[in-house]
C-alpha cells in the first residue's frame, strides 16, 4: 500500500468532477492510503497557513507520493525552500500546472505564493506536468520551473491548466503514473 497526498490549487473547492478528487477515489478504492484535504481561505490564501497545513499532513500522513496542482505546485516549493519537516520524506513527486510567478504577483490574494529562488534539494524523483497551452503560466513551465529548478518537464499539447475547463475530470495518465512511476504522463483526449 502506497501512501499519497492530493494537494488542491487557488479557489478549488474539492470539486467533484475535478481529476484529484477522481484520482483521489480511484487509489483508495485500491486500498491505498490517501490524503486529500481542502486547503483554508482557497479564494484568499495564506502561504503560512498553507504551508502549516502542509507540514501537518506532511506528519500525519507520512506521504510516499505528493501530488499538487496549480497553487499547490509553488506551496510545494516554498515547503521545500523553507525546510518544512516531512518533504525530505517523500519518494516522488508530481506538480502538475503551476502558475508563472508574474501570474501570481500580478493577483493580490496569491501574490505571496510568488515562486521562491532555486537552489533547494527536491526530494525523490520530481516532475512537472503542464499544459503547453496553460493560460496562468503564459511563457511555459519549462521556461518557469523546469529549467531553473531542475524538475524533469513534460508539457501535454493542448491540456491548458488541466483543470475541469480543460476536460480534466478523470486522467488515467495520472492513475497508471500513481500506480507506476515509469508509466508516460500523457494528456486525455
Known sequence: MTSYLVLHGWQNH???DHWQHWLADRLGEL?????????????DPS????LGELARHLAQAAPDVVLAHSLSAVLWLHA??????????????????????????G????????PPAPGFALPGPT????????????????QEYGEPYGITTRLLPGAAHLDLDAGYGPWPAVLAWCLDAGAPLTPNR
Open 47 to 50: 502561504l503560512d497557513v498553507w
Open 127 to 142: 516532475l512537472l506536468a503542464a499544459g503547453d497551452d496553460d493560460p496562468y503560466c503564459p511563457g511555459g513551465a519549462g
Open 80 to 105: 521545500l525552500d523553507r525546510g518544512v519537516p516531512g518533504t525530505a520524506g517523500v519518494g516522488r513527486v508530481l506538480l502538475v500546472a503551476p502558475p508563472s510567478g508574474a501570474t501570481l504577483a
Open 14 to 16: 474539492r470539486p467533484r
Open 31 to 43: 486500498g491505498h492510503d490517501v490524503t486529500y484535504p481542502q486547503l483554508p481561505d482557497a479564494d
Open 107 to 114: 493577483l493580490p490574494e496569491v501574490a505571496a505564493f510568488a
